[in-house]
């Protein structure tokens, strides 16, 4: 399994930005996909996922403000991200979990200036 995430850079605060993540390989029907960042110095954090039934969960911390949907056919999940704020500043990782081991994109670095 590969993944490959895209549609970081560098925005303004209150800006926006929609990340995207394709996975190829052996992709199970059922999985979940999912979102999670880094900033320097500190823990790789959840930020939302989505299940292959759609059902979605979000980190408190980007409710209102983020959105993950996926393309089941495609096996690409977004995220979209509005209201943007320095706090988000981070590497966002694309991660898939389904029956095996947890597989990780190389991530994609999404900077927020002030």
């Known amino acids: 399994v590969h993944l490959v995430e895209s549609g970081g850079g560098l925005v303004q605060a209150g800006g926006s930005l929609r990340l995207s993540c394709a996975a190829s390989g052996s992709i199970f029907s059922a999985n979940v996909m999912g979102w999670y960042r880094q900033a320097p110095g500190k823990q790789r954090d959840f930020v939302a996922t989505?299940?292959?039934?759609?059902?979605?969960r979000y980190a408190d911390s980007v409710k209102g403000r983020f959105t993950i949907s996926r393309d089941n056919a495609k096996n690409v999940v977004y995220l979209q991200m509005n209201s943007l704020n320095p706090e988000d500043t981070a590497v966002y990782y694309c991660?898939?979990?389904?029956?095996?081991?947890?597989?990780w994109g190389q991530g994609t670095q999404v900077t927020v200036s002030s």
């Open positions: 991660k898939l979990s389904q029956s095996g081991p947890n597989y």
């Open positions: 989505i299940t292959s039934g759609g059902t979605t």
